[in-house]
Structures are given as structure tokens and as C-alpha cells.
């Protein structure tokens, strides 16, 4: 299994920003070359996928976050970014990362709440 350790949430007020960083453990996977995404869940919802990025840069937005939401990462610090823009109140949950479409157990999640 792979280590993965979000951090980077908070309070902020409707409009502000925050940005997430997710650690992934070096030894097993390397950033550089896995789909990686970040994922939100609110209680009694699905998890759901945010956004995500391929090896080859590739980026994916679920369509209430785009042009808000940038996915990146730092394949020298094999971390994996999102940076949160213009936060609504609908963007409270719990924010987790993960490799892309694996059965990887999932992190503690770094809390996200947006005050309107």
C-alpha cells in the first residue's frame, strides 16, 4: 500500500483560497509516472473525484471546480497539489488524494470548510 498524508485545509471564508498538498511515499510510486487524484467527500455522499493528473501532465476538472481548482505536483518532492481558488460554500468536505482508479487505502483527508 501507498502512503499518502493530505495536508493543508481549513477555514476560509467564501472567495478565499487554500492549497492542498498530498505527500506520497517515495519508495512505492513515484508522482512523475501515476495518474494521481484528489477526491472530496461530504457525510452521507459518495466520495467523489476533484481532479486529477496524468503521467504525461494531462489534467482533469469535475466541472464545478473548473477554472477555480489547478492539479499539480512536484515530482522532486513526489507531492501532488491542489490549489483552491475562489471557494464557495459547496466545497466543504473532507479533501483525500489517491492513485487514479486504484484499490489504494485512502488517507486521513485534510478538512476543507468554506463559511459563507
Known amino acids: 500500500q501507498v502512503q499518502l498524508v493530505e495536508s493543508g485545509g481549513g477555514l476560509v471564508q467564501a472567495g478565499g483560497s487554500l492549497r492542498l498538498s498530498c505527500t506520497v511515499s517515495?519508495?512505492?510510486?513515484?508522482?512523475?509516472?501515476?495518474?494521481m487524484g484528489w477526491y472530496r467527500q461530504v457525510p452521507g455522499k459518495q466520495r467523489e473525484l476533484v481532479a486529477s493528473?496524468?503521467?504525461?501532465?494531462?489534467?482533469y476538472y469535475e466541472i464545478s471546480v473548473k477554472g477555480r481548482f489547478t492539479i499539480s505536483r512536484d515530482n522532486d518532492k513526489n507531492v501532488v497539489y491542489l490549489q483552491m481558488n475562489s471557494l464557495k460554500p459547496e466545497d466543504t468536505a473532507v479533501y483525500y488524494c489517491?492513485?487514479?482508479?486504484?484499490?489504494?487505502?485512502w488517507g486521513q483527508g485534510t478538512q476543507v470548510t468554506v463559511s459563507s
Open positions: 493528473i496524468g503521467s504525461g501532465g494531462s489534467t
Open positions: 517515495r519508495s512505492i510510486v513515484s508522482v512523475r509516472l501515476t495518474t
Open positions: 489517491n492513485l487514479f482508479g486504484s484499490n489504494n487505502s
